[in-house]
């Protein structure tokens, strides 16, 4: 068994409005020195296999089909 995390970001260059007002927000709240902020999503995964090449393999398939929009979001995967 196999636990693995993708984590899913936008690319450089693509407007993140959930970002902008999450960095609206803390300015608010009062932290400062606050740049800029971008937004991303976690998938925490467990396979049921022993094999880490074909996790991997797996998870990129993953994330190419479903868990991530290549043409705007970038990913990467680590494995536990």
């Known amino acids: 068994m196999i636990k693995a995390r993708v984590t899913v970001t936008l690319k450089n260059g693509?407007?993140?409005p959930q970002g902008k007002a999450i960095e609206g927000a803390l300015g608010a709240l009062g932290f400062?020195?606050?740049?800029?902020?971008?937004?991303?999503?976690?998938?925490?995964?467990?396979?049921e296999t022993a094999d880490k090449a074909k996790a991997e393999a797996e998870l990129k398939a993953m994330c190419e089909k479903?868990?991530?929009?290549?043409?705007?979001?970038n990913y990467s995967i680590s494995l536990a």
């Open 14 to 16: 693509v407007l993140d």
């Open 32 to 47: 400062d020195g606050i740049g800029q902020v971008r937004q991303g999503k976690v998938f925490d995964l467990q396979l």
């Open 66 to 73: 479903l868990l991530a929009n290549t043409v705007i979001e």
